[in-house]
């Protein structure tokens, strides 16, 4: 097996333990080698689309790295590991962690060269209780509709990111932003 791919399943089991979703690495370690474009952020965002998760990626500069909220994922030139996760930022420095579970401390200079620009952030979401959620609204929606009355829909909402500096960062502003 590819070193890159046993790290890369390493590097997303430490992340997604971060964000509060358990998966053993064998599973994960199987999708990855499965997966065609397992050198880059697809094959993440593939996964957590089939896992329900909400995320989303997109190319930033530094500033906007320093925006979003850690951990999250970026896209790195290396062959080993193609994949890192980013544990903290400061204005001037990135803490990367590694696949073996060190942190590694980079300066701008140090890590622009190795990053791709790519960045993935991922929030865990509670999907049984959205299919409740919309199961009742379909049912208040059929009541509506049998009693003869008109039913005004809601309005949904984007999903937020949390950001570092107290804002909130809608997930379709980053859109806009990419």
Known sequence: ??????????????????????????????YVDRHPMRHNL?????????????HMACGLTWEQLLEIETPCLVQLRTIDDPIGEIVRTTPDTVVLRT??????????EQFQPLWRGIVLAAEKTDRPRQRRRASYCVRRLLA???????????????????????????????????
């Open 144 to 178: 509506k509709v049998r009693a003869g009355g008109r039913h005004k829909p809601h309005a949904s909402t984007a999903g937020e990111l949390p950001i570092t500096n107290g804002r909130r960062l809608r997930l379709t502003q980053i859109t806009n932003h990419c």
């Open 42 to 54: 697809r094959c993440v965002s593939d996964l957590l689309d089939r896992l329900g998760i909400d």
């Open 99 to 108: 696949p073996q579970g060190k942190k590694l401390r980079f300066s701008q």
């Open 1 to 30: 097996m590819e070193p890159y791919i046993e790290n890369t399943a390493r590097t997303l089991e430490h992340y997604l333990h971060r964000i509060g979703i358990r998966l053993d690495r064998l599973t994960l370690r199987e």
